[in-house]
């Protein structure tokens, strides 16, 4: 798509400060002005292809170039390939070509303006001042109205952290002082994190915390069931849970439906306890803070039992290792919704796969090849139990 690259040149010229300016075959260096956009506010998008944050906003942000043409400049800005990158936007724009000039290749900007987490924004006057760094919620026609009218920008910073650090905490303190203890739990999307959870390790390699960000309740409350029920050598699927609370929809990801402050991060460190204290902790931690409470108790489940229907195949084998592998793979199975647990007697090696299935009586032909079959029953079993408080 021509219109495309000849927009990547323009982009790697119009810079406001000396830089070299990469391109696949050479690399140049220019110090032309901000002028060349014409444009009170320019907006670097630090992207990715594999980033759908980052995909999904590109829509807004086109929207935007067209409404503030002349005022605005966006600038995608991503450090993969040309050969990959160009191709992916070609596909994506082959209805409609981009308003928006595009940097491939970077290892300038990305120092210049360094970030741990995308997408990331950059906001820069005319003169190349840096105004703010922010996520896509702030990028906004009221924000960049203002900004345009006033200067200045009252929004949310994106500071981004590392998380597999004690997070929020003065870092000169921690270098005089021993940490013993302490846990954090606030609500809201945080810009500067990622989702997900991160793990705390001494240099020894114990773990002496961890970190959940930007998850819903209902998401970190599983995520500790999950490591309470290892501990028991048992493994936690949804299809343990017991949602007892009147509206469900905000304790859980949901793509369309989740707002900002669904949203949580709770932080957790101590040095002087097992992992098992650990989560029993965090789990108090957020009965004590959150509107909910939540148990792990034995209820009496429907459930599906692996159980041996003749010889066991050779691929199977006895194993102690902790969680079944196979039960992992059955329940991964959409048509599969009653817990799955295994009284064969044995464990699957990690060499053994399923094949795809689209009902449980194909599945039920695969199993007995290998001497198994599933059997509807019910059992205690150890269950997450989510109230309203």
Not at 123 to 128: Q, T
Not at 339 to 360: A, C, M, Q, W
């Amino acid at each position: 798509m021509k219109k495309i690259t000849m927009l990547i040149v323009m982009a790697t010229l119009c810079i406001f400060f000396k830089v070299s300016a990469q391109s696949r075959n050479h690399q140049t260096t220019t110090s032309a002005s901000l002028a060349s956009y014409k444009a009170k506010l320019v907006i670097l998008d630090f992207w990715a292809t594999s980033c759908s944050a980052c995909i999904q906003a590109f829509p807004k942000l086109e929207l935007l170039q067209k409404e503030f043409a002349g005022q605005v400049q966006f600038v995608k800005i991503t450090s993969e390939k040309k050969e990959k990158a160009i191709p992916f936007l070609e596909k994506m724009y082959k209805d409609l070509p981009s308003l928006i000039p595009v940097i491939t290749d970077d290892t300038i900007y990305r120092k210049k303006y360094p970030h741990i987490y995308i997408p990331h924004y950059v906001w820069l006057n005319e003169n190349g001042d840096l105004l703010a760094t922010t996520n896509a919620h702030e990028v906004t026609k009221e924000h960049i109205e203002g900004m345009l009218t006033t200067g200045n920008l009252s929004l949310d910073q994106k500071v981004d952290l590392v998380p597999n650090k004690p997070l929020f905490l003065d870092t000169i303190l921690l270098k005089n002082h021993d940490l013993n203890h302490y846990s954090l739990l606030f609500k809201g999307t945080y810009a500067g994190l990622g989702s997900g959870s991160n793990i705390l390790r001494n240099k020894e390699g114990k773990q002496t915390g961890f970190t959940l960000s930007n998850t819903p309740l209902g998401d970190m409350y599983s995520f500790i069931a999950s490591k309470l029920f290892s501990f028991d050598n048992d493994l936690f699927t949804s299809k343990k849970r017991i949602i007892l609370v009147k509206d469900p929809l905000p304790l859980f990801y949901q793509k369309q439906l989740s707002s900002p402050s669904d949203y949580f991060t709770y932080i957790t460190y101590n040095s002087n306890i097992s992992d098992k204290v650990l989560y029993h902790n965090a789990l108090e931690d957020l009965n004590r803070y959150s509107d909910y409470s939540a148990t792990i108790e034995k209820r009496l489940l429907k459930c599906l039992i692996l159980t041996a229907s003749a010889k066991i195949d050779p691929e199977i084998q006895e194993t102690k290792s902790g969680a079944d592998i196979l039960l992992v793979r059955l329940d991964a199975f959409p048509f599969i919704d009653l817990p799955v647990i295994n009284e064969s007697g044995y464990s699957v090696k990690y060499t053994f796969r399923l094949k795809k299935h689209k009902d449980i009586a194909s599945l039920q032909e695969e199993l007995k090849t290998y001497g198994l079959m599933l059997i509807e029953g019910e059992r205690e079993l150890h269950t997450l139990v989510i109230r309203d408080k």
